[in-house]
Nanobody, 124 residues
Framework: QVRVVESGGGLVQAGGSLRLSCAVS????????MGWFRQAPGKEREFVAT????????AYADSVKGRFTISRDNAKNTVYLQMASLKPEDTAVYYC?????????????????WGQGTQVTVSS
């Protein structure tokens, strides 16, 4: 059974930083591309960032490019999302997802395993 567990969410002021972590168990993490998605109240879930299984390739949504950084530690089976210069519009539940593919992807449908999400709230 594959488990995907996010942590690190919380309340932060605008302009602040936060780091999310996502631990994966039950699957070969080092062969899985990973992604972060988010869902704001009343909106559909959207892509945020993705990284390939080797950690050598990444992609970001335009709305977070230059502010967020995705990274991974294959020895710890963990992927991270470092968020800086946070804005109130970044407020959302953030989800981590894993796919049975080494190459990264931006489409939710291409991900096979999802976490329960962690709340990030940015106050103005």
């Amino acid at each position: 059974q594959v488990r995907v567990v996010e942590s690190g969410g919380g309340l932060v002021q605008a302009g602040g930083s936060l780091r999310l972590s996502c631990a994966v168990s039950g699957r070969s993490f080092s062969s899985s591309a990973m992604g972060w998605f988010r869902q704001a109240p009343g909106k559909e879930r959207e892509f945020v960032a993705t990284i390939n299984s080797w950690g050598s390739g990444t992609a970001y949504a335009d709305s977070v490019k230059g502010r967020f950084t995705i990274s991974r530690d294959n020895a710890k089976n963990t992927v991270y999302l470092q968020m800086a210069s946070l804005k109130p519009e970044d407020t959302a539940v953030y989800y981590c997802a894993a796919r049975r593919d080494s190459y990264y992807g931006t489409k939710q449908q291409s991900y096979d395993y999802w976490g329960q999400g962690t709340q990030v709230t940015v106050s103005s």
